[in-house]
């Protein structure tokens, strides 16, 4: 965690109005709270660890509620910490807001090799509602991340080459062979070289990532390896446009991408020719990374094979979950350069040569996917997106922008809006001082029409203001 700051810690409390992954609000008004050891043992599951703090209202906006008995409250937080197994390590720190005394607690995270926490018996996870209690699957999960991941590379008992798609499997050969010739291409005959690319076992039967890859029907020995897509609309109280993509990795994300294409509003956007345009409500570049993510990092482990892969199109935000963490990377890492690694070696592997009907990739194992979506959202006029790791599943939050809010503007903006602080300009002049393309420039200004004038056209040059209130 970083260094503890009350004020910035306040605002993003009630920037995200409420708890967070990684940060928890108890009043502790009456003394110290029941729940307290089950949340201390749940931030130190939680990959990164976690901050708790005692003595704010989460009903008053966060007020102080005015701590008493605040050493017995520290004895007894700290009891509650040794009382896990393993002992939670944490840091007690007490600040003042407001001329109130408040709390707060610092949990490092437990090493991966005592994992999990257990407090009065058992394992508790964070989520952003809350606490809760491991599940048995869970559990299971925890425990096989003491080794590192070797699922994917397990043979299929029972299976063949007859359970691989021969069309997949030759464009997969041939791919290979002109990718790596000196590598895995070198191997003329194609058994030996499905062998060598990790796709059969020595013995001839498909190895899980080869049939997940390219199998025929991967879910006939793994039903539930799919992807369940629904939507929602404004006011609904049950989900519609509900969906399940079945089949290899490469039929599974093209049908996700399909689906995505048939429920997502369309707008229309003019490019610099006067042409129209229809945009998607996501960038398509954003999505077909997210998804690929989901499907070739999803847990592949007999703990998680009850377990989909879930999107969740809402009026407001865009949500995939899938089975399993992050596996060598935390989340504050994602996105920067060379910065990856892979919970399915194997599985990624075998993707980097499998391809779509489309010819398109899966992978590229560049560490360019998560870029590549910081870039397309941006380039839309979108936030960031949200990312929660919680061990046992991963999610990924893609929002639509709120013009209400200056913590929703895109970096794009935010420079844009810096330079023409300076006075009005026209888009040549602000491609000369940013870099930026006047697309790129013209799209980021039309997102920021409540806070920019626009004066000319028809003939005269269009410049660009900051609105005056």
């Known amino acids: 965690m970083p260094a503890f700051d009350i004020e910035s810690v306040l605002a993003d409390l009630r920037r995200q109005d409420g708890d967070t992954a990684r940060l928890e609000v108890k ?29 704010l209202d989460e009903q008053a906006g966060f007020a102080p509620v005015g701590l008493t008995g605040l050493q017995t409250l520290k004895q007894g ?31 490092t995270e437990c090493d991966s090799s005592a994992k999990p926490c257990r407090f009065g018996g058992r394992g508790w996870l964070r989520a952003w509602d809350g606490d ?9 999960a925890f425990l096989r991340l003491r080794d590192a991941p070797r699922a994917d590379k397990e043979p299929v008992v029972g299976t063949n080459r007859a359970d691989l798609d021969p069309d997949l499997v030759a464009l997969w050969l041939t791919t290979a062979r002109e990718m790596d010739p000196l590598g895995l291409g070198k191997f003329s005959d194609d058994d030996e ?16 990532a080869g049939l997940l890859a390219l199998g025929v029907h991967p879910q ?10 629904a939507a929602s609309g404004e006011g609904a109280s049950r989900a519609k446009e509900l969906a399940t993509v079945s089949g290899p990795v490469p039929v ?21 020719d006067g042409s129209l ?17 989901a499907l070739v990092h999803r847990d592949l482990d007999s703990w998680s094979e009850g377990s989909a892969i879930e999107v969740r199109l809402l009026p407001d935000k865009l949500v995939v979950t899938n089975p399993g963490g992050l596996y060598g990377i935390t989340v504050d890492r994602l996105g920067k350069a060379m910065q990856t690694s892979a919970r399915n070696g194997a599985l990624i592997e075998i993707c980097r040569y499998t391809r779509a009907d489309t010819g398109a990739r899966v992978v590229e ?4 996917g998560i870029p590549r979506v910081l870039e397309s959202l941006d380039a839309a006029g979108l936030p960031p997106p949200l990312f929660d790791d919680r061990v046992v599943a991963f999610t990924v939050v893609l929002r639509q922008r709120s013009a209400a809010s200056p913590a929703s503007l895109t970096s794009t903006q935010t420079r844009l809006l810096a330079e023409l602080a300076t006075g009005p300009l026209m888009v040549k002049e602000l491609e000369a001082r940013t870099g930026m393309k006047a697309p790129a420039i013209r799209k980021a200004l039309r997102g920021l029409h409540d806070r920019v004038d626009v004066d000319g056209g028809k003939g005269r040059p269009t410049t660009y203001s900051i609105r005056e209130d």
């Not at 003394?31 to 003595?55: F, I, K, Q, R, Y």
């Not at 006939?220 to 897509?229: A, I, K, S, T, W």
């Not at 194992?365 to 360019?368: D, G, I, R």
Request: with cysteine; glycine share 8%.
């Open 132 to 140: 809760y209690s491991m599940s048995r699957e869970e559990e299971q």
């Open 220 to 229: 006939q020995y793994f039903p539930r390896y799919v992807v369940n897509l």
């Open 27 to 55: 009043s502790a008004r009456g003394g110290l709270p029941s729940t307290v050891g089950e949340s201390l043992c749940a931030l130190a599951n939680h990959p990164g660890g976690g901050l708790l703090l005692l003595g």
């Open 193 to 208: 070289c499905l062998m060598r690319g990790g796709v059969l076992s020595p013995q001839g039967e498909v190895t899980k």
């Open 77 to 107: 937080i700290a009891s509650k910490a040794r009382s896990c197994i393993p002992p939670v390590s944490i840091e007690i720190t007490q600040h003042e807001l407001q001329g109130h005394a408040v709390v707060a607690v610092k949990i």
């Open 365 to 368: 194992t560049l560490a360019s």
């Open 277 to 293: 345009h229809d945009e998607w409500e996501y960038p398509p570049d954003a999505l077909r990374e997210l998804f690929a993510n």
């Open 252 to 272: 599974m994300l093209e049908g996700a991408l399909a689906w995505a294409r048939k429920v997502m509003k369309r707008q229309a956007m003019q490019r610099d």
